[in-house]
């Protein structure tokens, strides 16, 4: 069996440092024979049924998967055996009392434990004529503190469930935490790097002809690379977009450099929440960052409407089109859209059209408020 380490054993999450203190309560099984003065045979005996009791409480704390039931049965084996010559013996079925509770897993057994030790000891003390208050004392004192440390138990079952449920709250939030990091760093890098490829590309082929504007590109580089930089950090720290508009006036930018012909219609005066606005502003990143790699258009058009109470962001190219599997970006554009309450459609027929929407009642609420 393995024990625990000294550090958790005295550091009892359920106990505290109250079941070193219980044990004191042993000094109870020692009355009798000092008021008695007997014999050094049975002060031997009690002291090695104290040492074996000892063992038998200690394990509870001390191993890290301790046979309960079983060690709290060798304490009730001891008091049947103590208690002809140790009136004190009653310790031993208060102490069993005491810890079923703790030892079973509902209320239900441990008031079946708490009866069952209650039964043995009377029935002890009925067969060995045993006086009013060793009775009381083996047989109703137990019931009455194991009945006590029934709702201690029950605190501390509901303590430990709350304690899993925080355990699992947590590595779920780390788990959604790294999903998001890796999305985010997909759309950030993936969208960099192909801006960078692309005018890197444009830089070469100009250096002979442009050499003005060949530099003009790679100091563009050199700038988006350090953009870049920031971007990856605010990611990490989960604060990243510089707003929509800037967004879709940088993607006008990309698509042109590209060569591609870009149409767009930003409605004016549409107000969207920060959450909301970010989650938009790496969609049109995300898209965009497709249209350059993969769908080798001519044309391109972004718009930005408000309809319904809900905020519609549609991105159109002439491509080659078709619905092909989602990959990261898509399926990362897809969760964060449905998480906001809102849907993200994507049609393949002539080009791709993405239409993401989301709705606005906490603007419109907001709204209302500010009315009243």
Known sequence: MKLKSWNSVIRNREHGWGWLVWVLYLGFFFVQPVLDHVSARIWL?????????????????????????????????????????????????IFAAALIPFAVRTQKLALLGLFAVAGIAAIDGWALHSGGWIMFYSA??????????????????????????????????????RERIARDLHDVLGHTLSVITLKSELAGKLISRDSERAAKEI????????????????????????GLLSELAHAKSTLETAGI???????????????QESVLSLAVREAVTN?????????????????????????????RGGL??????????????????????RCG??????????PLKEIESDSGGSAN
């Open 261 to 275: 012909v870009v149409e767009c219609d930003a409605a004016v005066g549409v107000k969207l929440p920060a959450v």
């Open 219 to 242: 100091r563009e580089v050199e700038q988006i690379s350090r953009q870049a930089l920031s971007d990856v950090r605010d990611a990490i720290r989960g604060y990243r977009s510089q």
């Open 324 to 345: 092909h599997t989602e990959g990261n970006g898509l399926r990362g554009m897809r969760e964060r859209v449905e998480m906001l309450g809102g849907t993200l459609t």
């Open 349 to 358: 027929d002539s080009g791709t059209r993405l239409t993401l929407m989301l």
């Open 140 to 177: 109703v004192f137990p019931l009455m503190i194991g009945g006590g440390n029934v709702f201690f138990a029950e605190r501390n079952r509901m303590n430990r469930r709350l304690r899993k449920a925080n355990e699992e709250i947590e590595q779920l939030a780390k788990v959604a935490e």
């Open 291 to 319: 249209v350059v790699r993969h769908a080798n258009a001519r044309s391109c058009r972004l718009k930005l409407d408000q309809q319904n109470g809900s905020c519609r962001l549609e991105i159109e190219d002439d491509g």
């Open 45 to 93: 005996l009690d002291l090695l049924g104290a040492a074996v009791f000892l063992l038998l409480y200690l394990g509870i704390f001390w191993l890290e998967r301790p046979p309960g039931l079983f060690l709290i049965g060798g304490m009730v084996v001891l008091g049947l055996l103590f208690l002809p010559i140790n009136a004190g013996a009653c310790t031993f079925f």
